[in-house]
């Protein structure tokens, strides 16, 4: 079995590299949410400055893209909110398994968040065809639904890695002085 992981173990610069990606795209995100909203506001205040008509949207679209894509990322780093109030009474193996089935769960969820987002954004749905922004009338609503199958993809990518670090971590224990023992 250590074979195996060692193997998966290649893989893990996919994950950093999906990771980073996903992490300078919310950078992104977030400075063109901060300038967008400072020149919606200026504009509200200042006579000289003419605020953009489409700001507000825009800003609601970006900030739904980060909240998703954030998601994601606290996936890969474990740091979602969670309950690990009885974490210190139950076997080490107990909390494997039930963090295991924690991930399975949104794993799941990632895989409807793709199936159901992509039936909302496809070419053919009724959103890609009538739904337009209305401060931006040639701008589909489609680009507001599209960070659902996007963060259900990151979801997929990274709780495979959580399911297979929580694997590896079921059978290959660390002792106090942290050399693996099998289980």
């Given at each position: 079995m250590p074979a195996f992981f060692r193997t998966l173990e290649k893989i893990k610069p996919v994950y950093d590299w999906a990771y980073k990606i996903m992490l300078f795209i919310c950078k992104l995100l977030l400075i063109a949410d901060i300038i967008?909203?400072?020149?919606?506001?200026?504009?509200?205040?200042?006579p000289f400055f003419t605020a953009?008509?489409?700001?507000e949207e825009i800003v609601l679209?970006?900030?739904?893209?980060?909240?998703?894509?954030?998601?994601?990322?606290?996936?890969r780093k474990r740091s979602h909110i969670r309950m690990t109030a009885f974490d210190r009474y139950l076997p080490k193996k107990a909390i494997i398994w039930?963090?295991?089935?924690?991930?399975?769960?949104?794993?799941?969820?990632?895989?409807?968040?793709?199936?159901?987002?992509y039936t909302v954004v496809k070419p053919t749905g009724n959103i890609a065809k009538f739904a337009k922004y209305s401060s931006l009338p040639k701008l589909s609503q489609i680009w507001m639904y599209m960070p659902v199958p996007v963060a259900g993809v990151g979801m997929i990518i990274f709780e495979l890695e959580q399911i297979f670090q929580h694997i590896e971590e079921f059978f290959t224990l660390k002792n106090p002085e942290g050399k693996e023992v099998q289980a």
């Open positions: 967008i909203t400072s020149v919606t506001v200026a504009g509200r205040y200042f953009p008509h489409w700001g679209t970006l900030m739904v893209y980060m909240a998703v894509l954030s998601a994601t990322l606290a996936i039930l963090d295991l089935l924690a991930d399975v769960a949104v794993l799941v969820l990632g895989i409807v968040l793709v199936v159901q987002g």
